[in-house]
């Protein structure tokens, strides 16, 4: 068996798990039938779009399974930032003193999983929203905007997001 494969079955089976984990979340029922079911929408739908849910050169196996007691944490950072940030908003709306800016800076995550977490987490935060993800470059539409320096703006909008998801996806 070569190494791509190889490496084609992985990708099968880690899209078909996310698939399946996908399935279980929703239905939230682990019925025989319902697991059955489950698994073999997630293996005929992994099947036919692997491709599409991880790349050919994504092989390394970090970027694909990440490290779930840091991803916990992750969640508790992301609710208290959402948290905070949703007084900051409404007390910055009630004052009248807000200042938007387009903030456009770079992250230094790798994996595309992660870029897309961090994206996310930036759009949920309450004053800011991702208008643009392009490879390692981030475009932000910033309510409260503290500066106009990119590297300064990306450090107090990515805050310690992209600290922690380095840690959990490589």
């Known amino acids: 068996m070569t ?47 692997f491709r599409i849910f991880i790349d050919d050169d994504e092989a390394a196996r970090r970027t694909l399974m990440p490290r779930v007691h840091l991803l916990g944490v992750y969640l508790v950072v992301l609710i208290w930032k959402v948290y905070m940030a949703s007084f900051a908003t409404a007390w910055s709306t009630l004052r009248g003193n807000f200042r938007p800016r387009i903030v456009h800076f770079r992250t230094r995550l790798n994996s595309d999983i992660a870029r897309s977490v961090i994206s996310g987490s930036i759009t949920l935060t309450p004053g800011t929203i991702t208008l643009e993800l392009t490879e390692d470059h981030l475009v932000v539409h910033w309510l409260n905007a503290e500066t106009t320096h990119s590297r300064y703006a990306g450090e107090l909008v990515k805050g310690t997001f992209e600290g922690i998801l380095k840690k959990i996806w490589i």
Do not use: C, N, P, Q
């Open 3 to 49: 190494s791509l494969t190889k490496w084609t079955l992985v990708r099968i089976l880690f899209t078909s798990f996310y698939l399946f984990g996908g399935w279980l979340l929703f239905t939230w029922s682990i019925d025989t039938r319902s697991l059955i079911l489950g698994a073999g929408f997630s293996l005929s739908i992994a099947l036919a779009t």
